[in-house]
């Protein structure tokens, strides 16, 4: 199945939903810690959903309720054989797996999608060096692990995914030795780091920061319980920002504006791109007239590319997106598709091994696209049709789920006009 959408301004006020980013870690800062928690401002989404079951897989009591949750930690790590499926979250499964072998354990992890394509080479060097055993079938997620973690020293590349160094961060707490975590190479997605060392100091665990070049982790630490309120996300706020750059009227609630999340970059590229964040009474909104091209690093804010993207495809003049290789490696080859995409929609993108190239251009023309089963291209094309001259048609819409179940239910609350639709007619 598919969607078509008419092309119509969206007009209204939406609260962001929360932050996937800081709910996974709550969640897994709660289970560590032993007593109970209260999680609140929860959004199950299938992301979401796969941490809180891995967390009971190792033990631990969650008690789920309408928007939040209770976590009681005092049983995690009670089983020492169990099955974890990461679904497609590679969130979930770099955070689990040093987490799964805190305490003397055999983990089997599943997934679907393209988690399995997704590199995991960093802590396959760690369990050769620590004498950890592990199994498992390239390009798909079947993965068994055997042993305990060490506490040590760690040297780990900072332009692969900073998720391995946040899944050693949870954990290295909880050895009996000191850590330090080296990166060797320079830091992307420094912003996510910056979210797992705050989520840690909220529940007790400290971790010296130099730099970003070393972290230093005591050992013997225990997380305490707390209760906690999840933020609204920037990941998702990015798209009505970029809807509103685009001459949409829409006011986003919630907006933490001294957040830690990397994604609030989206606030400061449309800004150099002559749009404005106003504050109201009810909310933020973005506002533009003429939207100017400039150079974009995209290193540090990886998941908000596509839609960012979508900006610069009806900016005046020439913007380079640049440092967006990791794009390849994310549900789909996001680089690839997000080109593809403003093409075929009639917009000037051209793909680079590292970077695309966008020339602005005034309207787009719409017509069928797919949303190559990734959450993020799908809502990228549903704001694109905004500002379509005729009918974006959309396949498996539903893939919005992984990340942000209600998106579609808000984006016609707020005007979107849209039908359900078969392939081919």
């Known amino acids: 199945m598919a969607v078509s959408i008419t092309p119509h301004s969206l007009k209204g006020q939406v609260c962001v939903p929360p932050s996937k980013s ?29 941490t809180i079951a891995a967390m009971k897989a190792l033990g631990t009591m969650i008690f789920e309720y309408d928007d939040y949750l209770e976590i009681d930690g005092t049983t995690t790590f009670l089983k020492n054989q169990c099955e974890i499926n990461c679904f497609e979250s590679g969130s979930t499964l770099r955070f689990m797996v ?33 004498g950890i055993s592990y199994l498992y079938r390239e390009n798909v997620l079947d993965l068994y692990v055997r042993g305990r973690l060490r506490g040590g020293v760690f040297e780990i590349p900072g332009n692969v995914s900073s998720q391995f160094i946040s899944g050693l961060l949870f954990a290295l707490p909880l050895m009996d030795e000191d850590s330090i975590i080296k990166i060797t190479s320079p830091l992307e997605s420094k912003g996510y780091i910056d979210l797992t060392l705050q989520m840690l100091n909220q529940y007790g665990i400290q971790v010296i920061n130099h730099d970003y070049q070393e972290l230093i ?17 920037f990941s998702q706020a990015a798209f009505y920002l970029v809807a509103g750059a685009l001459g949409n009227d829409v006011v986003l609630t919630d907006l933490n504006l001294d957040s830690f999340q990397g994604d609030k970059e989206s606030i400061d590229i449309l ?47 020439t913007t380079r997106i640049e440092h967006i290789a990791r794009l390849r490696i994310k549900e789909c080859d996001r680089l690839k598709a997000t080109v593809e995409v403003i093409n ?6 051209q793909e680079l091994e590292d970077a695309m190239v966008i ?4 309207r787009l023309k719409g017509g069928h696209v797919s949303s190559y089963n990734d959450h993020r291209m799908a809502m990228m094309e549903a704001i694109a049709s905004t500002v379509c001259e005729e009918a974006v048609v959309i396949d498996e819409e539903k893939c919005v789920k992984k990340s942000y179940p209600s998106f579609w239910q808000h984006f016609q609350m707020l005007g979107g006009l849209m039908n359900e639709c078969e392939l081919g007619k």
Do not use: W
């Not at 109970?36 to 992301?47: A, H, K, L, M, P």
């Not at 209760?227 to 996300?233: C, F, G, L, Q, S």
């Not at 020339?359 to 005034?362: H, I, M, W």
């Open 217 to 233: 982790i005591p050992g013997f630490q225990h997380y305490v319980a707390h209760d906690y309120r999840v933020e609204a996300d």
């Open 22 to 50: 800081m709910a996974h870690r709550a969640i897994i800062c709660a289970s560590l810690a032993r007593g109970r928690s209260t999680i609140t401002n929860i959004e199950y989404s299938q992301d979401i959903k796969a």
């Open 271 to 317: 800004e150099r791109m002559n749009a404005h964040l106003i504050t109201k009474e009810t909310g933020h909104q973005m506002i533009a007239s003429d939207l100017k091209a400039t150079i974009i690093d995209g290193s540090q804010c990886p998941d908000i590319i596509p839609v960012i993207a979508l900006a610069c495809a009806l900016s005046q003049g």
């Open 98 to 130: 040093p987490i799964s072998l805190v305490c003397e354990a055999n983990v089997h992890f599943i997934g679907e999608g393209r988690l399995g394509k997704r590199p995991l080479d960093v802590y396959y060097d760690i369990f050769e060096k620590q």
């Open 344 to 349: 075929q929609l009639g917009g000037h993108a």
């Open 359 to 362: 020339e602005g251009v005034e």
